[in-house]
């Protein structure tokens, strides 16, 4: 099946500095891919699209400057949350959906953790 | 894309079916109905997806009412294993479209009991 990594899983940081999360497609490409967090027992929340060669399109209330995405190849999106403070401190998922199959199911990254402090 | 309504938790003895249920009244004709599941801290798993027939594959079944207004998975012999938060989520699946984002809501966390 599609894999979809994530990287790191886990990170902690100090209050106002930048994390890069990483998202790959390892055998697959993707041309969107998608971006959720989600909180200590809440549902995931869908934070933004990030289309491949283009800009984001970001869910209402998700600040675009905070959450920086870019998707500069098929099998690559990151996401910067920059300026990290203590509310930022998540659960942080990913998405992709293969380019060359049917619009049917998406594949998700294990997910990282980010605590800020 | 149409709202689903799950309860909220749901308790099953390990071996028994698991049988999940989700109302999605407002489906409209070209809604499929998928099932995704989150064991704690790991991302979403896809389960099964159906539009009008039932759907079976190794890891459940979806049984989806002759008005489609309602849909159950079925998971025929849980194990400790799908301890988890099951998300019944309705949506477009078209191609053509393009991208079709998957929003989820509150899900049903079911706790397999041994």
């Known amino acids: 099946g599609a894999v979809v990594s994530q990287h790191p899983s886990r990170v902690i940081c100090k209050s106002g500095t930048s994390v890069k999360i990483e998202c790959r497609s390892l055998d697959f490409q993707a041309t969107t891919m998608f971006w959720y967090r989600q909180f200590p027992k809440q549902s995931l929340m869908l934070m933004a699209t990030s289309n491949e060669g283009s800009k984001a399109t970001y869910e209402q209330g998700v600040e675009k400057d905070k959450f920086l995405i870019n998707h500069a190849s098929l099998t690559l999106s990151t996401l910067t949350v920059t300026s990290a403070h203590p509310e930022d401190s998540s659960f942080y998922i990913c998405?992709?959906?293969?380019?060359?199959?049917?619009?049917?199911?998406?594949?998700f990254g294990s997910g990282t953790q980010l605590s800020v402090l | 894309d149409a709202k689903t309504t799950q309860p909220t938790s749901m308790d099953c003895a390990e071996g028994r079916a698991a049988n999940l249920p989700c109302n999605h009244s407002?489906?409209?004709?070209?809604?499929?109905v998928y099932w995704y599941r989150q064991i704690h801290s790991q991302g979403p798993q896809y389960i099964i997806h159906g539009l009008k027939n039932n759907e079976t594959n190794e890891m459940a079944s979806l049984i989806i009412t002759e008005d489609r207004k309602s849909s159950t998975l079925i998971l025929p012999h849980a194990t400790l294993r799908d301890t988890a938060v099951y998300y019944c989520i309705v949506r477009v699946a078209l191609i053509i479209q393009g991208a079709q984002k998957l929003v989820f809501g509150q899900g049903t966390r079911l706790t397999i009991n041994p």
């Open positions: 407002t489906i409209s004709g070209n809604e499929y």
């Open positions: 998405s992709a959906r293969p380019r060359d199959r049917t619009n049917e199911k998406l594949f």
